[in-house]
Nanobody, 127 residues
Framework: QVQLVESGGGLVQAGGSLRLSCAASGRTFSSYAMGWFRQAPGKEREFVAT????????YYTDSVKGRFTISRDNAKNTVYLQMNSLKPEDTAVYYC????????????????????WGQGTQVTVSS
C-alpha cells in the first residue's frame, strides 16, 4: 500500500512559480509510475503530467508544456511538479497519483489507471 502526501501549494501571482512535492510511503516507490492531476472549481479532475518509474519518460497535457516540469527522486520517495509562468487558469487542487508499473518507458494519463491518490494541495494564481 502506498500513501501519498502533497505539499507546496499556495497563493501566487500570475507569472510566478511554485514547486509541488508528493511524498510517498513504502519501500517500493521506485516501482511506481507517478502522475499529477488537478481539479478546478466546478470542473472535472484532469491530467497534468506523468513520469515513469525510472524517470526516463515524461508526458504533459498541452496547456502546461514548456511551463511545468515533473521529476522524481526515488531515494527520497518523492515526486515533484515545478510550475513556472503560472496563469490564473492553473488555479486548482493538485493531486498526485501512483500506480505500480514495471515498464521503463510506459506512462499513464487517465485517472482510472492510477491506484493510489493523495489528498490534494490548493494552488491559487491571482491575476
Amino acid at each position: 500500500q502506498v500513501q501519498l502526501v502533497e505539499s507546496g501549494g499556495g497563493l501566487v501571482q500570475a507569472g510566478g512559480s511554485l514547486r509541488l512535492s508528493c511524498a510517498a510511503s513504502g519501500r517500493t516507490f521506485s516501482s511506481y509510475a507517478m502522475g499529477w492531476f488537478r481539479q478546478a472549481p466546478g470542473k472535472e479532475r484532469e491530467f497534468v503530467a506523468t513520469i515513469t518509474w525510472s524517470g526516463d519518460n515524461t508526458y504533459y497535457t498541452d496547456s502546461v508544456k514548456g511551463r511545468f516540469t515533473i521529476s522524481r527522486d526515488n531515494a527520497k520517495n518523492t515526486v515533484y511538479l515545478q510550475m513556472n509562468s503560472l496563469k490564473p487558469e492553473d488555479t486548482a487542487v493538485y493531486y498526485c497519483a501512483a500506480r505500480r508499473n514495471s515498464f521503463r518507458y510506459t506512462y499513464f494519463t487517465r485517472m482510472d489507471e492510477y491506484e493510489h491518490w493523495g489528498q490534494g494541495t490548493q494552488v491559487t494564481v491571482s491575476s
